[in-house]
């Protein structure tokens, strides 16, 4: 059993940054693959970032150059760095943790809300 909290979300403008954290308890995320979805109100959630066990990173292509993905294995949390965000980036942001063979774990979400 692993809980994850989700922290860092909020209202921003245009071309502002917001660092989101995943924090983990019940198992540590250095030796787990570790990504962030987001889903917008009457989308799909879609995969935005991940950290693999390598600590390899893969990016949507849609926030390529802009958000970073990072783990602090001292804090058993990954976090999400966004950089000039769009409104097109608001959406609840998801933490996920790969327990393959078992399904994933998941965070309640953190709002992410960006002006125009």
């Known amino acids: 059993q692993v809980s994850l909290v989700e922290s860092g979300g909020g209202l921003v403008q245009a071309g502002g940054s917001l660092r989101l954290s995943c924090a983990a308890s019940?198992?540590?995320?250095?030796?787990?693959?570790v990504g962030w979805y987001r889903q917008a109100p009457g989308k799909e959630r879609e995969f935005v970032a991940g950290?693999?066990?390598?600590?390899?990173?893969t990016y949507a292509d849609s926030v390529k150059g802009r958000f970073t993905i990072s783990r602090d294995n001292a804090q058993n949390a990954v976090y999400l760095q966004m950089n000039s965000l769009k409104p097109e980036d608001t959406a609840t942001y998801y933490c996920?943790?790969?327990?393959?063979?078992?399904?994933?774990?998941w965070g309640q979400g953190t709002q992410v809300t960006v002006s125009s």
């Open positions: 019940g198992r540590t995320l250095s030796t787990s693959d």
């Open positions: 950290i693999k066990i390598s600590s390899s990173e």
């Open positions: 996920t943790v790969n327990n393959y063979p078992r399904a994933p774990d």
